[in-house]
């Protein structure tokens, strides 16, 4: 699978190549003067680009969620900045609401619990503890799928709060 910055690198490329270096004041007329096919090009790269970027984005939040909870207390990473909560710091970083703030804290925070945690020592039988044994492996929890569909692209943070919120914590 190919990395983010690979990515994101890609398609910054292109859109110099096609714009040149004009800053964003100047974009409208530079996309102006485009052919249809360049237009629609500029629309894919930034959109693949801010894709990525927001995944990023997200897992970050969710590392300063886990970061900032009340257990934490005052040395957590959002109070240290002079903050309540991750929430209104995310708030504050990004410029979005509270809403977006929170829904963007508790996708991040899922993909963190969703994530394979490696913490076993490398061996000489093939890597990250000792070999094939996947009954050590815990399961997935049930919302895995969502946060895969989230970094894949296919659904949005809003997208995936509503669903997760609509099935609810399974019984």
């Known amino acids: 699978m190919e990395n983010f910055a690979a990515i994101v690198g890609r398609q910054l490329r292109v859109l110099v190549g096609m714009l040149g270096p004009v800053p964003v004041t100047g974009a409208a007329s530079a996309v102006t003067g485009l052919r249809d096919d360049d237009v629609?090009?500029?629309?894919a790269s930034t959109s693949t680009a801010i894709r990525e970027l927001e995944a990023l984005?997200?897992?970050a939040t969710g590392v300063a969620a886990q970061r900032s909870t009340r257990e934490a207390g005052q040395g957590g990473l959002a109070q240290k900045r002079g903050h309540r909560s991750a929430v209104t710091l995310i708030q504050d970083l990004t410029g979005t609401t509270r809403t977006?703030?929170?829904k963007a804290a508790r996708l991040g925070q899922a993909l963190l619990e969703a994530a394979p945690a490696d913490t076993?020592?490398?061996?000489?039988?093939?890597?990250?503890?000792?070999g094939n044994d996947t009954a050590s492996i815990p399961p997935a929890p049930w919302h895995a799928c969502?946060?895969?569909?989230?970094?894949?692209?296919r659904i949005t943070v809003d997208q995936q709060s509503?669903?997760?919120?609509?099935?609810?914590e399974p019984p």
């Open 146 to 153: 969502l946060g895969e569909a989230f970094t894949a692209g």
């Open 100 to 102: 977006q703030a929170g």
């Open 120 to 130: 076993s020592p490398e061996t000489e039988e093939g890597g990250p503890g000792g």
């Open 162 to 168: 509503a669903i997760r919120r609509g099935l609810g």
């Open 57 to 59: 984005r997200v897992v």
């Open 40 to 43: 629609v090009a500029v629309i």
